[in-house]
């Protein structure tokens, strides 16, 4: 029955990225005029590490939900990793080269970069580790060590992101 529309799955493909590149700026539209509302108008990168990242996180969530009761866990992994690789390998280079063929300058605020990426790595390296304690298995307090792990980071990032902790590696 659908082997006629077979034919389709270029066209199918690139719709759905089209219709992602559109939910995707109204979002960021949206939650740039919420940020602006609560008064966080210069403080885009706390809109980005709570709103943005949850939006884009609850599906990858619910997928991930799906596929590991069906008792495929490394299904669940492997959808979030690589969403998550799309995301940084297409989903920022192309809105960039479009913006540079359109002779549009593109200005990235470095401030607090290196601390941020430094945390990241940070993450990364204390994940691996509750992970290796818990020896490879997932289990409850592998997973509520994760979720304790998220909000610490989130903690940190959002003071850093409001000036209450200061990075270091900045210029004063």
């Given at each position: 029955?659908?082997?006629?529309?077979?034919?389709?799955?270029?066209v199918t493909f690139i719709m759905s990225i089209l219709w992602i590149a559109v939910f995707?700026?109204?979002?960021?539209?949206?939650?740039?005029?919420?940020?602006?509302?609560?008064?966080?108008?210069?403080?885009?990168?706390?809109?980005?590490?709570?709103?943005?990242?949850?939006?884009?996180?609850?599906?990858?969530l619910i997928t991930s939900v799906i596929?590991?009761?069906?008792?495929?866990?490394?299904?669940?992994?492997?959808?979030?990793?690589?969403?998550?690789?799309?995301?940084?390998?297409v989903g920022l280079p192309?809105?960039?080269?479009?913006?540079?063929?359109c002779n549009k300058e593109i200005k990235v605020d470095a401030d607090g970069m290196f601390c941020s990426v430094l945390m990241l790595f940070a993450m990364l390296m204390a994940i691996i580790i509750i992970i290796a304690i818990s020896?490879?298995?997932?289990t409850k307090v592998l997973g509520l060590s994760m979720f304790c792990s998220y909000f610490v980071y989130l903690a940190v990032a959002l003071s850093m992101g409001l000036d209450v902790i200061p990075c270091?590696?900045?210029?004063?």
């Open positions: 029955m659908f082997q006629k529309w077979k034919m389709f799955f270029p995707s700026y109204l979002m960021v539209w949206w939650t740039e005029t919420l940020g602006r509302t609560l008064g966080l108008g210069e403080k885009p990168e706390i809109m980005g590490l709570t709103l943005i990242a949850a939006g884009t996180s609850v599906p990858d596929v590991a009761r069906k008792g495929l866990g490394d299904m669940a992994v492997s959808s979030s990793l690589g969403s998550n690789l799309f995301d940084i390998c192309i809105p960039w080269l479009v913006a540079i063929a020896k490879w298995k997932m270091i590696f900045d210029k004063p």
